[in-house]
């Protein structure tokens, strides 16, 4: 049986801070269409590994390697040009802009297309925007703007602004964060549709262990910057060490469980 494509390809990671390790030799890899996620209690390595992975922070040693291309020690706008997207903890979005201007903005960033920013969103790639806010649900909050949006769907907003540099592989620091349980069932819903219907590989931290365990393909479980768990949800779950690590902290790790990771 032939083993499955690699789409990233991450190779003994370190980071350290003064005598702290952050993270220590890790090593995974994510293949197309598959939906990762990186859970682990707090301090555990799961911020510190996303920034090496996209180029904001640079490992002390290791690979992390894209498509067959070494991406280790590139900048972030680097990396985003090759194919990752990410979505982070807190939203960031133009308030006083509508929610197509957003998204706009992102296509011309990513086109490198110089037009003044006075007139370019009213003109370049409308069409694209509002495919794009299609696919998240948000085709009619197109000329809203930003500054009245609610949360959940700033969220929304934020995975469209994320896909407009057509990524190959998107990394999700804690999507649902603040979010009401419904809106984040149907936020990793259509995360996890959009990523199988277009092969995009996924990597996301979680509180949420409902979500974790009824999204993800496979779990890789870190504690003190080192993997102590990887597998199916079902083997991550039975895991007499990651069920140690959680229930030390007086959590329930398990089904309908929420892990604060």
Same mark, same amino acid.
């Given at each position: 049986?032939? @083993? $499955?494509? +690699? /789409?990233l390809?991450?190779? =003994?990671?370190?980071?350290?801070y003064?005598g702290?390790?952050?993270?220590?030799n890790?090593?995974f890899?994510?293949?197309?269409?598959?939906?990762?996620?990186?859970i682990?209690?707090n301090?555990a390595?799961?911020t510190?590994?996303?920034?090496m992975?996209n180029?904001?922070?640079p490992?002390?040693?290791?690979r992390?390697v894209l498509?067959?291309?070494d991406?280790?020690?590139?900048?972030?706008r680097?990396v985003w040009?090759l194919?990752v997207g990410?979505t982070?903890?807190i939203?960031?979005?133009?308030?006083?802009m509508t929610v197509r201007?957003?998204?706009?903005?992102a296509?011309?960033?990513?086109?490198?297309?110089?037009?003044?920013m006075?007139?370019?969103?009213?003109?370049?790639a409308?069409? @694209? $925007?509002d +495919? /794009?806010l299609?696919l998240? =649900?948000?085709?009619?909050y197109?000329a809203r703007p930003?500054?009245e949006?609610?949360?959940?769907?700033l969220?929304?907003?934020?995975?469209a602004?994320?896909?407009?540099n057509?990524?190959?592989?998107l990394?999700m620091?804690e999507?649902?964060?603040g979010?009401?349980?419904?809106e984040?069932?149907?936020?990793?819903?259509?995360t996890?549709?959009i990523a199988?219907?277009?092969e995009i590989?996924?990597l996301?931290t979680?509180?949420?262990?409902?979500?974790?365990?009824?999204?993800a393909?496979?779990i890789?479980?870190l504690n003190?910057g080192?993997i102590?768990?990887?597998g199916s949800p079902d083997q991550v779950r039975n895991d007499?060490?990651?069920?140690?690590?959680?229930l030390g902290?007086g959590?329930?790790f398990g089904q309908?469980?929420?892990?604060?990771?």
């Amino acid at each position: 049986m032939s @083993e $499955a494509p +690699r /789409l990233l390809f991450v190779e =003994g990671l370190n980071k350290s801070y003064g005598g702290v390790h952050a993270v220590r030799n890790v090593s995974f890899s994510v293949a197309p269409g598959e939906i990762l996620a990186l859970i682990g209690p707090n301090g555990a390595g799961k911020t510190t590994c996303f920034n090496m992975l996209n180029g904001q922070t640079p490992a002390d040693s290791g690979r992390v390697v894209l498509r067959g291309q070494d991406i280790s020690g590139k900048q972030p706008r680097e990396v985003w040009r090759l194919g990752v997207g990410r979505t982070f903890q807190i939203t960031a979005t133009y308030a006083s802009m509508t929610v197509r201007e957003n998204v706009q903005v992102a296509l011309i960033s990513f086109q490198s297309k110089l037009y003044s920013m006075l007139n370019a969103t009213q003109r370049f790639a409308s069409d @694209e $925007a509002d +495919r /794009l806010l299609g696919l998240v =649900g948000m085709e009619g909050y197109a000329a809203r703007p930003c500054g009245e949006l609610a949360y959940g769907d700033l969220k929304r907003l934020e995975l469209a602004l994320a896909l407009a540099n057509d990524p190959k592989l998107l990394l999700m620091d804690e999507p649902t964060a603040g979010m009401a349980p419904r809106e984040r069932v149907e936020l990793m819903r259509m995360t996890a549709q959009i990523a199988r219907e277009k092969e995009i590989g996924v990597l996301f931290t979680e509180h949420d262990m409902d979500v974790v365990f009824e999204h993800a393909d496979r779990i890789i479980v870190l504690n003190r910057g080192s993997i102590i768990s990887e597998g199916s949800p079902d083997q991550v779950r039975n895991d007499p060490q990651v069920k140690a690590v959680y229930l030390g902290d007086g959590l329930v790790f398990g089904q309908h469980a929420e892990a604060h990771a």
